[in-house]
C-alpha cells in the first residue's frame, strides 16, 4: 500500500530539506510512498477540499493565508487518521498545537536530528496498521519480522531460512514459493532457484553474486547475474 504524505511550507529551503528527509527516511525503510510538497498552505487546503488524501502531513505552522492550525482543524474533522507532525520555529504554539492530537511538535533549528526519529516513531504506527511484517509462529508465540530487516531467504530442505539484519536467523515450514506469494512486496524478488533477496537492503554485485548490507554476501549462479543486475536497477530507478 502506497503512503501518501504532504510536506507545506512557506520557506523553500526548509521544504526541500523536509522533502529529502522524508523520502531517504521511508526508502530505507522500504516503505512505497509519494509525497507532495506544497509552498502554498492555501493550495494544500483546496487539495484537501477537494477530497485527496493524506496518511501524513509536515506542517509549518506560520504561513501566509492559511496556517497550520487552520489546517490541522480541517485535517482533525475530514482526516481524523491522518497524522500531522509540525516542523516550525514558533514554540509558543507547541501546546495549541497538541490539541489538534499532532503526532510531534519539531522545531526547525534541529530538523535533521529530530525528524528522522519522529518518523520512526510513526512508521512504527504505520508498520502495525499496514502489516509490515512477516508473521512466523513459533511454538506458543508469533514472532513478526519487519520486512525492512530481511535480507535474504534461502531454501533449506523443507524449510525457508529468514536471514536478517543483526546476524539473526528464523526459518519457517514453508516453500520459498510459498512465502514469496505471502510477501507480495515489489522488493522482493527470486535472485535464484534457492534464494529471494530484499532489493531494499542491496547495495551492489561482484562476479560471484549479491553484495548486501551488513557485509553480507549471497553466492548465485552466474547465469542469473543479468537478468538480477537489470531487475535491481530497475528498482534502484525508481528510488532517485
Keep these: 500500500m502506497m503512503l501518501h504524505i504532504a510536506v507545506s511550507d512557506d520557506d ?31 493550495n494544500l487546503l483546496y487539495d484537501l ?10 506542517l509549518d505552522i506560520e504561513m501566509p493565508g ?3 492550525m487552520d489546517l490541522a482543524k480541517v485535517i482533525q474533522d475530514t482526516m481524523p487518521a491522518a497524522k500531522i507532525i509540525f516542523i516550525t520555529s514558533h514554540l509558543e504554539y507547541a501546546i495549541t498545537a497538541y490539541e489538534f492530537s499532532v503526532f510531534r511538535y519539531i522545531p526547525k533549528t534541529v530538523i535533521e536530528e ?19 511484517f512477516y508473521t512466523v509462529e513459533i511454538k506458543n508465540h508469533v514472532e513478526q519480522l519487519p520486512y525492512r530487516e530481511i535480507l535474504y531467504i534461502l531454501k533449506d530442505g523443507k ?26 512486496k515489489e522488493y522482493f524478488c527470486f535472485a535464484d ?13 561482484d562476479d560471484t553474486g549479491i553484495l548486501l548490507l551488513d ?8 547465469a542469473n547475474i543479468p537478468e538480477f543486475k537489470i531487475t535491481m536497477l530497475k528498482f534502484w530507478g525508481k528510488q532517485i
Excluded at 523553500?12 to 531517504?24: F, G, N, Y
Excluded at 512508521?123 to 502495525?128: H, I, S, T
Excluded at 524449510?159 to 507480495?184: C, D, M, P, W
Design 12 to 42: 523553500t529551503v526548509i521544504l526541500s530539506k523536509v522533502d529529502e528527509l522524508a523520502r531517504v527516511f521511508f526508502r530505507t525503510h522500504c516503505v512505497d510512498c509519494k509525497i507532495q510538497t506544497y509552498q502554498s498552505s492555501e
Design 49 to 58: 477540499q477537494d477530497g485527496i488524501n493524506y496518511d501524513l502531513l509536515l
Design 66 to 68: 492559511i496556517d497550520g
Design 114 to 132: 529530530k525528524l528522522p526519529p519522529a518518523l520512526e516513531d510513526y512508521y512504527k504506527l504505520y508498520r502495525l496498521e499496514r502489516n509490515e
Design 159 to 184: 524449510y525457508a531460512v529468514f536471514y536478517l539484519r543483526g546476524g539473526k536467523t528464523q526459518s519457517v515450514r514453508k516453500t520459498l514459493a510459498h512465502v514469496f506469494e505471502e510477501i507480495n
Design 193 to 205: 532457484r534457492g534464494c529471494i533477496v530484499n532489493l531494499a537492503n542491496v547495495v551492489g554485485l
Design 215 to 222: 557485509d553480507q554476501h549471497i553466492i548465485i549462479s552466474k
